[in-house]
């Protein structure tokens, strides 16, 4: 059931720290390739292509309806798998965890259900200019649809929050308060905790978008006394197409329905339905069986390797990084927070990031280049694009001397 | 599969990094014979306004405005340098030809009939950066076409995002 069991218990930080966790991933047996670009989305283990390609050779079948075997264990994998994200957050209950396509169906799927109902015109609904688009554009949309008003928290020059700010953005109108942990585009990690407590100080309650920290630091729910956390898959080193979102069990039982359809009813007749209990409810029709299954086993092989060692060494690859980076001429790193994720945000005088990520490719690095779905933070900073190098389990600093060496080619090439 | 030195010729990175033309025409309106449109590449944040002053034979001038990559300031810089003071239907031709290289994969480059535009041949091996050479090529295809409608609009952005060949 968890092959990973045995190696996981030898492993520790010295593991990560002889060659990263490359060895575990196929796509990087290519010895050539640098992928730096974990922060669009992960590579994957062998022992997640495994959960799915044995799921679907030997144990497919659809949930919750059949009376055989098959169904009942392909059930308990589904379900296992919510138990694994309970676990893997710190939730009480595997029930306050629902199944989305990632993290930004939760976040559409939560203000559809827990903040539409709860505004009026004027009330106000409260996000920060770090927010990835998926954090801004359904509460722009839901702000059109009911006269609700979006109001930002702002940034800093080293790409932080303006916590002094918070407090009076915080009033008697404010419905909910939505907070990236860890901004896609600049690293930042955002003391949440700080944030929620302020918040709770007014009753305002806090979705935590946590699709960016998720893989890179332990997360506990119940001691963040937040009302909801979002994540993704696919970030975490697990399929596309599969996230969940946390959420108090009081707030899942008091909020209406998303999606209709098969999976989420007691009982339809001709005149009316009634719905399931939660999760059930908010999981509409066939879910992504095996992306789930998927999920579960990249959450069983990050544990495995132990969050604290991923934490302890992508830090010690943010130093070694910031160090290797900044002895290139002309580059300007932006985004410095004091506490960050391994994420390199920056632009190279006179060379523009799109020309830059061209350059990297040719030399099979692969980063991404341009507003990383974030343009509040663009429009900032005056800039608009970054080259980011964001680093996951399986780099090492040789990566970054690798990108820094080709980042000196392309400085010479442009003559800058 | 062509080389960075292909696609980075010194013509490139000579007008990458020293547009010509890039100058807003203030006060251009219709009555003065001058169209501007703009052209937004939401991928990578490439920006551009281009200005076109014609009596409607001829096109007297061209310049623009805009931040982007070398590809795209390249390309922009170059079309207002070799297209002014060419006629309406040669513009066309060019225009053509220009996306045609670009755009089509099975096109076969006609160095002859673009001149020195052919420089940007090799952009078609870089799927992802032709939209950054096509941005301003869109915004001149978009003014000629409200040109020839007479309605002398300037609403509306284009933007070259459905220009990628396999």
Redesign the interface.
């Known amino acids: 059931m968890d092959p990973l069991k045995d190696v996981a218990d030898c492993r520790d930080l010295e593991f990560l720290r002889q060659n990263g966790a490359r060895a575990d991933f196929p796509l990087l047996q290519n010895e050539d390739l640098v992928f730096l670009d974990s922060g669009a989305s992960a590579q994957k283990p062998q022992v997640v292509l495994d959960a799915l390609t044995d799921f679907y050779r030997t144990g497919y079948a659809n949930i919750h309806r059949g009376v055989y075997r098959l169904s009942q264990q392909a059930t308990e994998l589904y379900e296992g798998a919510r138990g694994k994200i309970q676990r893997f957050l710190g939730a009480a209950e595997s029930s306050e965890i629902v199944f989305v396509r990632g993290a930004t169906e939760g976040l559409n799927l939560l203000a559809h259900s827990f903040v539409r109902p709860r505004v009026q015109p004027g009330d106000e609904i409260l996000i920060t200019q770090m927010e990835h688009h998926s954090n801004i554009v359904p509460w722009q949309m839901l702000g059109q649809e009911t006269g609700a008003v979006l109001k930002y928290v702002p940034l800093t020059g080293t790409g932080e929050l303006d916590l002094a700010a918070l407090p009076e953005l915080l009033t008697d109108r404010t419905r909910v308060l939505a907070v990236t942990h860890v901004s896609n585009a600049l690293g930042t990690i955002n003391p949440v905790a700080e944030i929620i407590r302020l918040a709770r100080e007014k009753g305002v309650p806090v979705i935590v978008d946590g699709a960016q920290a998720v893989p890179h630091l332990a997360v506990d729910v119940q001691a963040l006394d937040c009302d909801f956390y979002v994540f993704s898959g696919h970030k975490l080193y697990g399929p596309t197409g599969i996230g969940a979102v946390y959420g108090k069990a009081e707030h899942w039982r008091a909020m209406p329905p998303w999606q209709g359809g098969g999976d989420m009813i007691l009982s339809v007749t001709m005149e009316q339905t009634t719905y399931a209990e939660p999760p059930a409810c908010f999981e509409a029709g066939t879910p992504d069986i095996a992306g789930a299954i998927g999920l579960g086993a990249a959450i069983d092989y990050v544990q495995g390797l132990g969050l604290a060692n991923i934490t302890a060494y992508e830090q010690e690859l943010l130093a070694a990084g910031t160090e290797i980076l900044g002895a290139v001429p002309g580059l300007r790193v932006i985004g410095t927070a004091a506490d960050k994720a391994a994420v390199f945000s920056f632009v190279l005088e ?6 830059v990520g ?2 990297l490719d ?1 030399d099979n690095i692969a980063v991404r ?3 990383h779905c974030a ?1 509040p933070i ?1 429009d900032y900073f005056g800039i ?2 970054t080259t980011r190098a964001s680093l996951g389990v399986y780099n090492t600093a040789a990566d970054l001397e690798a990108l820094a060496e080709s980042l000196l080619r392309i400085r010479k ?3 800058v | 599969m062509s080389s960075l030195r292909d696609l980075y010729q010194e013509l490139v990175l000579d007008h990458g990094q020293r547009p010509r033309n890039k100058r807003p025409i203030h006060d251009c309106s219709h009555e003065k014979g001058c169209t501007h449109r703009e052209g937004y590449n939401p991928l990578c944040g490439d920006k551009l306004t281009l200005y076109v002053k014609s009596d409607g034979e001829t096109l007297d001038d061209l310049c623009f405005e805009g931040d982007g990559c070398a590809i795209f300031t390249a390309s922009s810089s170059m079309l207002t340098e070799v297209l002014k003071g060419k006629s309406v239907a040669e513009v066309k031709e060019i225009l053509g030809e220009f996306l045609e290289m670009l755009t089509n994969g099975e096109a076969e480059p006609d160095p002859e009939g673009l001149g020195k535009l052919a420089v940007f041949g090799g952009v078609k091996d870089f799927p992802a950066r032709v939209k950054c050479a096509t941005l301003p090529w869109r915004a001149l295809e978009a003014i000629l076409a409200s040109q020839s409608d007479d309605e002398g609009t300037t609403a509306g952005a284009v933007d070259s995002n459905d220009d990628q060949i396999d």
Do not use: E, I, L
Not at chain 1, 350 to 355: A, E, F, K, L, R
């Open positions: 006179g060379v523009h990031p799109h020309d061209t350059f040719g280049t341009g507003h343009q663009m608009p694009a090439f442009f003559r």
